[in-house]
């Protein structure tokens, strides 16, 4: 893995932030904007989301074509595109589309960098609230209404004081699945639901122990990791793998803790 | 019921956003702070959130005991206090206590005004994200990050466009009323959990269709109930009753949608 010259990094991180505003500007315009014109038919209904995905993965690659033509790039919503680097950023305009829709401000857009496959730098962006979480090998840290600060994990190690999140119970489809993740619920404090890409931003900032999701893909964790393991987490598989290329996902607080954690995941 | 003169009413609205403003004071320096002092036991940590609860229902209720003793009292940490006027305020500092200990910026405060029993004036406070949803016999409005807007409800019908939005799915422990909580999440294009007192704003705002909870007290509705009815929408008990008391509380986007969702819930 390259190791990056620090202002080779600074203005990576800068760059990652620029693009983060761009998305903003498309994004914040669609939100609350969902009253429907009619009562027929849904389909025939303006669709602000996919609108507002859209047009902030084409300013993003825009500004990443305009000037970093060289990078590769990856979103939800366009082709891949091959550039002669081996950086590659990965996009999500809106992670968290159901909460986009209900109009709940906990959506995210999600920016990561790879380097050769390797995740960086990462930026969840909350442009309503004005909350934005980044990861960078040198620290993770929130900017938002209260401030800057650093993000650190809990030290928390034992189940039954845990604060568990995820986005969706039934989102386990896999019987198998929902059962060891229910095995996980019964043994926590605190089990937390519709949080989407905030709750791993949250663990990072030591509010949340356990946070797990099934059937995430790349653009949902990429930029995820960084903000993570820069402030003392662990994000892997359910069966301890890379998380680089999505599945289900577990992130943990700490070492200690992610080895229970996927000792009972693994029934 | 009274008919507050105008001039009256709109004192009573700013003196409630008064008591949001005291109240926020006292939530958002302890949001956030949740990170454990050590790992031994949950019991012995300091518990931000009945801190703030406690410390902004003390501030709200020496605010209105300075400016209108004759006001009586309901809150949800404290004991009643009966004063001699047919105004009641109604108070829950922290509405959404799992988003607050997690740090997802979903918690509320909630102040109602009863009027001889009946919900008069609402307001929904978001401090964190600076947002405020207030509802009164003039109007409900929204004020934060986009500005000021008035809110109306949606004229969608059909229960197969329907969004629909619960704080836990896992709080229907009663298994009659589980089974149709799920009836009707199987009939309803999307579902959403975890937003607690939002959700009825959102209601209120044009973004949700039907929202249901159980097992609420009056402290968690009747500040809603304004917002929620001054937009064009209906809240009421799974039986079509009162929802002044709490209990198992449905609100639907207009009257129509209504009959059908407590139909369905009759089963």
């Not at 620090?6 to 994004?27: K, M, P």
Request: aromatic residues 8%.
């Amino acid at each position: 893995m390259t190791s990056f010259a620090s202002d080779e990094l600074a203005e990576l991180v800068e760059f990652a932030e620029e693009l983060a505003d761009i998305a903003a500007r498309e994004t914040v315009p669609m939100f609350r904007t969902n009253i429907a014109i009619d009562n027929k038919s849904r389909k025939a209904q303006f669709d602000p989301v996919t609108a507002a995905d859209r047009a902030a993965e084409r300013a993003i690659r825009d500004h990443i074509a305009a000037h970093h033509p060289e990078h590769s790039v990856r979103g939800e919503e366009m082709d891949d595109y091959a550039g002669s680097s081996p950086l590659t950023w990965v996009l999500d305009p809106i992670d968290g589309t159901k909460a986009f829709i209900v109009g709940i401000p906990v959506w995210a857009t999600l920016i990561g960098l790879l380097d050769r496959g390797a995740p960086r730098i990462g930026v969840m962006d909350q442009p309503f609230i004005g909350e934005r979480f980044v990861g960078t090998p040198q620290g993770s840290y929130v900017q938002g209404p209260l401030g800057a600060r650093r993000l650190q994990t809990r030290e928390l190690t034992r189940l039954e004081d845990a604060v568990l999140a995820t986005s969706d119970p039934h989102n386990f489809h896999d019987p198998w699945a929902s059962a060891r993740f229910h095995a996980l619920r019964e043994r926590v404090t605190l089990s937390r639901y519709g949080g989407d890409s905030y709750f791993y931003c949250l663990l990072a900032a030591g509010q949340i122990d356990i946070v797990t999701d099934p059937g995430l893909d790349d653009y949902d964790i990429v930029a995820l990791v960084p903000i993570i393991e820069n402030a003392g987490g662990i994000v892997t598989t359910w069966d301890g793998g890379s998380p680089v290329n999505g599945g289900t996902i577990v992130a943990t607080a700490n070492a200690a803790l992610h080895e229970t954690v996927l000792d009972l995941l693994a029934g």
